[in-house]
């Protein structure tokens, strides 16, 4: 049971009832007068020249304003910011002179209904000469590839090798080694809500209102300057409601255009990406990796060193995702004491849709290939992969840990939620019940991952692979007031999409002040009048949104108590808060209640403490724990700062006569510190394990070999449904923060971070006697039916009568 | 080229609405534009996510497949619909909130339709049940955990 | 492993997509990159709703490019990303005649616009007619049965759905009708393609005769699909009946998703006939009918993946009919 009064106890969220009532207010239901609306041409080449645009049909069309294409668009507008150090690859909304992936913006259309856009966009004449694409990312790589951006000079993004520890002096003492290749498939997130954008701009004030389904850091800056507004020219609306993001709304492109056209046009305009649109020209595509891993082990199963050496195609155009290389630099030896780490990442352009920042910001598909690893080596000595983990799990005695990269673990007791999991899940039973079912011919396997997920947001990895970009703030604010009724109203400076931050802030609030939170109000600033902010990115909020509500709330209980001191004649030591009222210890009826408190702040300054503000608000403005360094010349670097883990056990079963794969039980073993609302932390896990479900074995965009998009629609990317989504049980631990006020830890990319890989590591085990294996993400039914087909053992002969329950009767 | 307009009558929420629409418009985008009832969302318009998804005549359906010709003369609930007579939220969604079923509540009001579509069918459903009616509401936050949860607890409130 | 449409690839004039009714739906849409203004909202198309079947047929006959909408669940998301565009759209929605279920002695004559949920509630026909339910519980979702219909799908004819397969396996009779008259064809002959039918332009499918089968009989509906509810990527269905004895006396089957057409081995099934459906004879015919399709490759399943598929449901299919006709 929680030591907190409300932190870390059951409670309602403050938002639930306004979406249950249909009574959110998204993108889409932003109806200002006049609107138009967007629609898009979008290239049919993977790579190509435009040879001419021609509109005039289009804009004969009654009811439509206007068709702006690239040469106008790119002159007007700056190119979009890109992290890394290239600055030859540029990038708009719209394409200028070339295309570069099938789905590439050619040319926007307003007109007064979007059906109206899509009539005239079909009526748009785009002449393309082809040109040969590079579609594969080790073919990008390959001297004499066509290049994405000629201006560049190569396909390569960004490359280095980081050493870090005594790497190849272990590869050569150790008495073994192992050599694989883990490949995680582009997938993304995908919300259910596509990404949409409003503006309008005003002549008469020179502001540019936004309203948009955004989830990214300085985007009212990147807008402006995009724009070549001043800053304080663009006005970002925050409270609007965000059907989904995990990671890749950044619709900044998007952005710039719309915010052009409504400029442009004098009128407002709304683009709302339809969601072929969205999946194909939308660039929220996600990680597209392969990692060459070697492992150096004594035969003890004590690991040496580990080489990863991860090679990711970001596709046409990249702004933050080769960063995505960057953050694993945070927990790059995942849990384990692992002394010597080479890391090789290469961030590689190809004709496809680019890549965004999703879930985990890389760190789930680099916790697979290192869970992959762990199995792979306890497989090769023979042991059981769950003792493996045991003897290399870093122990709870050790931290905080610095691992070799220089990141410091905080803190931590993996092999106690390790156990916890594996009792939850009745692991010996489990399995028992593996062994009985195969004993019966049936494919079955348990899959273990111990991951960690790191929190805090300390995007740190941007000045490691850009020395010339020396961002090492990462702060986030709280504004807190008091009105003269008394009555509680916390701003905070973001849009949420579904992390429950009104309610994270009025739990934080109600307990430092001891009001109940069902009193606090939390609202949202908009970018002229918010603090600073970097948004809900990298499981960040709980730290950085609390504790900046926890340090505005602190002042305000500073306050209180001051004033009260100063009308009782005494210090504050002497004095006791309670509930917002305060009392002279030892005489509670000297007190002063919070309604009295509040009325001498607002209205009796002759009884306020001299040199004391009138009214009673307090804003806390602060930098994320451990951060503001840079890196070292070897590239070691403090990242995020809390550490939380999990341990996922997964049991499934595979129909061996088709590759359909079945997952019978699972269990997440989870630390994130305290929990703020454990039903919002429960909630965001079991959802990000649903995520790691869809890209274990369901989600792919699949491009043909002239760079089509084949999974471009709902038909073709599958989304797990809760039929393929099963029952799922969390159990919690806590090893408490010591860098926070409560011990939280973040945790909005738990479940994702550890899923994939705990569900590959139960396939290979089911195949695991047929002597075969697969390193390749999704592990679709096709993919497990050729393993299985190609095994040693496997015969394609063998039929087995289908299990009970998979056929309908 | 101005587009015909047909008359249509349709009763949503219990209230008859009359208007004059172009064939192609679509049936959610006449409840959220038109109407702006706006609580029905759009999430892919090609039939498989499930957010768009409305009660006609009882029965949940994708109204992002159904033209609002195609409603003339029919009787249509929407989420807002689903809250009782004095506004107060309904056992179904009160249970939502019990169990915080939902995050960014962009799927939700399909998921309402169809469970509560469920729940006045089968009063009593398994979670296996509870599964296959939502197995066609696609959503990307919750994994779908607590809001089997809330069907279960509206099931046992309702009892 | 992309099978290559020529139809589809470098499309990027600017002109209409063509309606190619040849090709499936979903290849389409996957290929829906090809075409270079991505649409979600339906072009324009002129509307009638039919208050009886003849007015139907009259619609039918007087315009040109028109097209029946029943559930829409197939047709619109066509319409909607502008694959199809048909100028003038006949809603038959409304039309009472032609939603009923008739058992009659040997067969259950279904009206084409009943609903696929109202079949899958009906008892009586769950025992007349066991396929038609077993095939339905694999038709998409709730929300896709509340307004699909049975002759929508059999219209649509998706190679790999399953009310389509139904009909082929039982060979059942769908009666057409146009402003020139009545005609009756059998599923062999209905189905010509993939997503084509034999009927004509101006022809409204009206209803379907099922044949029942009396006496001991069981049936299978069984698929493999990605997700619940999706398309299969094969199917496959089964039904015996067999004496008092166990001996087969009588045996259909068929495979969906593995060649243009819904497919029914009544040779192969006539094999079936005399035996007790060993485990042997159920595996001879399942491989027999398996050499005989002739699957695709796409995104989901190679050919190689589905005649293996082909070749083990059959085995499933007939197996289990086998087990409840007992």
């Known amino acids: ?809 | 080229m101005s587009e015909k307009l047909h008359p249509v009558t349709i009763e949503v929420n219990g209230v008859r609405r009359e208007a004059q629409v172009p064939a192609r418009l679509s049936l959610v985008d006449f409840l959220r534009d038109e109407l702006r009832l706006t609580g029905t969302h759009v999430g892919c318009e090609h039939g498989i996510c499930g957010a768009c998804s409305v009660m006609l005549d009882g029965e949940p359906v994708r109204s992002c497949l159904m033209y609002t010709v195609q409603a003339d003369g029919h009787k249509l609930t929407t989420v807002e619909g689903l809250v009782q007579a004095d506004g107060s939220l309904s056992v179904l969604q009160d249970s939502f909130c019990e169990t915080h079923g939902l995050q960014c509540g962009y799927c939700t009001s399909g998921m309402l339709i169809a469970a509560q579509a469920l729940l006045n069918a089968n009063p009593d459903p398994s979670e296996a049940q509870i599964r296959e009616a939502i197995g066609g509401n696609l959503c990307r936050c919750t994994g779908y955990q607590q809001i089997v949860e809330a069907v279960r607890l509206a099931a046992e409130r309702m009892k | 492993m992309i099978d290559e449409n020529p139809a589809l690839v470098g499309a990027g004039k600017g002109a209409h997509a063509a309606p190619l009714p040849c090709v499936s739906f979903r290849l389409l849409a996957s290929f829906h990159s090809g075409t270079h203004a991505p649409a979600v909202k339906s072009a324009p198309f002129e509307y009638a709703r039919a208050g009886s079947l003849a007015e139907a047929c009259e619609l039918l006959a007087r315009h040109g490019d028109a097209k029946l909408i029943a559930g829409g669940q197939s047709l619109v998301p066509m319409m909607a990303m502008r694959l199809v565009r048909p100028a003038f759209l006949v809603d038959i929605n409304e039309i009472a005649a032609l939603k009923f279920v008739k058992p009659e002695k040997d067969s259950v004559r279904i009206g084409a616009c009943t609903r696929q949920c109202t079949l899958e509630r009906d008892e009586a026909l769950a025992a007349k007619l066991p396929l038609l339910r077993q095939a339905l519980a694999w038709v998409g979702h709730a929300q896709t049965r509340n307004r699909g219909t049975v002759g929508g799908s059999l219209a649509h004819a998706d190679p790999s759905a399953e009310l389509p397969l139904a009909a082929q396996v039982l060979g059942a009779k769908m009666v057409l009708r146009s402003s020139k008259g009545s005609r009756t064809l059998e599923a062999g002959k209905f189905f010509s393609g993939p997503m084509a039918t034999a009927m004509r332009a101006d022809e409204c499918l009206q209803e379907i005769h099922w044949p029942a089968w009396n006496g001991r009989t069981g049936s299978a509906f069984t698929e493999i699909a990605i997700r619940h509810g999706d398309f299969a990527m094969v199917a496959a269905c089964a039904q015996v009946s067999v004496d008092a004895d166990g001996r087969c006396t009588r045996a259909a089957f068929g495979l969906g998703g593995v060649a243009g057409t819904p497919l029914a081995f009544p040779k192969i099934a006539a094999r079936l006939a005399g035996t007790k459906l060993e485990d042997a004879a159920i595996d001879a015919a399942a491989a027999g009918a398996a050499a005989e399709t002739d699957p695709g490759s796409d995104l989901h399943a190679t050919r190689e993946y589905r005649r293996h598929l082909a070749r083990v449901l059959a085995g499933r299919a007939l197996r289990e009919a086998r087990e409840r006709a007992s």
């Open chain 1, 1 to 809: 049971m929680s030591e907190f009064r409300y932190i870390g106890r059951k409670r309602r969220t403050k938002e639930d009832p306004r979406f249950v009532s249909g009574r959110g207010r998204y993108v889409a239901d932003v109806a200002l007068p006049g609107m138009k609306h967007v629609a898009l041409v979008a290239s049919p080449h993977a790579s190509a020249r435009i040879v001419s645009i021609d509109a005039k049909p289009a804009l004969a069309m009654p009811g439509v304003l206007a068709v702006v294409a690239g040469e106008e668009f790119c002159a007007a507008t700056d190119s979009l910011a890109i992290g890394v150090d290239a600055p030859k690859v540029t990038r708009w909304a719209l394409a200028r002179g070339v295309v570069r992936y099938a789905g590439e913006w050619v040319a926007a259309v307003v007109a007064d209904t979007r059906a109206l856009a899509e009539d005239a966009a079909e009526l748009v004449e785009v002449e393309y000469e082809p040109l040969p694409p590079v579609i594969e990312a080790e073919k990008a790589l390959a001297p004499g590839a066509p290049l994405v951006h000629p201006a560049h000079g190569s396909n390569v993004l960004y490359r280095r090798k980081f050493i870090w520890g005594p790497v190849e002096e272990a590869f050569a003492k150790c008495a073994h080694r192992i050599a694989f290749r883990a490949t995680w498939g582009r997938s993304a997130t995908v919300p259910i809500e596509t990404f949409g954008v409003a503006a309008q701009w005003d002549p008469g004030t020179g502001i540019l209102d936004i309203w948009a389904s955004i989830q990214m850091p300085k985007y009212p800056d990147q807008a402006a300057r995009a724009l070549r507004l001043p800053g304080n020219a663009v006005r970002v609306h925050y409270d609007v409601d965000v059907g989904g993001s995990y990671g890749v709304k950044r619709g900044i492109k998007h952005t710039v255009l719309v915010g052009y056209l409504a400029r442009k046009l004098c009128v407002p305009v709304r683009f709302l990406e339809d969601r072929l649109e969205n999946m194909r020209g939308g660039d929220m595509q996600g990680p597209d990796r392969f990692f060459d891993m070697q492992v150096a082990f004594d035969g003890d199963g004590v690991i040496h060193a580990m080489k990863i050496r991860a090679v990711d195609d970001v596709g046409a155009y990249a702004g933050r995702s080769p960063f995505q290389l960057g953050k694993p630099v945070s927990a790059i030896c995942g849990p384990y004491a692992i002394p010597a780490i080479e890391y090789e990442p290469t961030s590689v352009m190809t004709n496809k849709t680019p890549q965004e920042a999703v879930r985990g910001f890389g760190q789930s598909p680099t916790n697979f290939a290192i869970e992959r690893a762990i199995d792979r080596v306890a497989r090769h000595l023979g042991m059981d992969r769950v003792e493996l983990r045991r003897k290399n799990l870093i122990r709870r005695d050790r931290f905080p840990y610095t691992i070799p990269s220089g990141s410091t673990y905080d803190s931590g007791d993996y092999h106690a939620v390790l156990d916890k999991a594996l009792a939850a899940a009745g692991y010996p039973a489990l399995v028992a019940a593996r062994d009985e079912a195969r004993k019966a011919g049936r494919l079955a396997g348990i899959g273990v991952s111990t991951c960690l997920e790191p929190s805090g947001g300390n995007s740190a990895f941007e000045v490691l692979f850009n020395p010339k970009n020396e961002t090492t703030t990462w702060m986030e604010s709280c504004l807190v007031r008091i009105d003269l009724s008394g009555a509680i109203t916390g701003v905070i400076n973001n849009s949420s999409s579904g992390q429950g931050h009104e309610s994270l802030v009025s739990t934080v609030l109600g307990e430092i002040l001891e009001r109940d939170p069902a009193t606090i109000r939390v609202v949202r600033a908009d970018s002229l009048t918010a603090l600073p902010s970097n948004s809900p990115v990298g499981s960040r909020m709980a730290i950085m949104l609390g504790g900046a509500a926890v340090g505005a709330a602190r002042q305000i209980r500073e306050t209180l108590l001051a004033i009260a001191a100063h009308n009782f004649e005494c210090s504050a030591e002497d004095l006791e808060y309670k509930d917002g009222n305060v009392s002279l210890k030892g005489a509670p009826e000297k007190k002063l209640t919070w309604d009295q408190l509040v009325e001498i702040a607002h209205r009796k300054f002759h009884k306020l403490p001299p040199r004391t503000e009138p009214g009673l608000q307090a804003k806390f403005v602060w930098e994320v724990p451990t951060g503001g360094g840079l890196p070292t010349p070897e590239g070691r670097i403090q990242i995020y700062p809390c550490y939380a883990f999990e341990a996922h056990i997964v049991y499934v079963e595979i129909d061996p006569d088709t590759g359909k794969p079945e997952i019978g039980k699972y269990v997440c073993g989870h630390d994130c510190g305290v929990m703020i609302n454990p039903d919002i932390v429960h909630g965001m896990t079991f959802g990000g394990i649903a995520h790691g479900i869809g890209a274990a074995l369901y989600e792919k965009f699949s491009y043909t070999e002239d760079g089509q998009l084949a999974s471009g629609t709902f038909m073709d990317y599958l989304i797990p449904s809760a039929m393929e989504v099963p029952a799922m049980k969390i159990v919690d631990h806590c090893t408490p923060s010591p860098l926070t006020t409560f011990g939280q830890k973040g945790s909005g990319e738990a479940g994702y971070l550890g899923a994939p890989a705990a569900i590959a590591n139960a396939v290979n085990d089911a195949l695991e006697p047929l002597g075969t294996s697969i390193d390749a993400l999704p592990m679709t039914h096709l993919a497990i039916w050729t393993a299985i087909t190609r095994s040693r053992k496997g015969s394609e002969h063998s039929v087995v009568p289908a299990k009970a329950g998979t056929q309908k009767s």
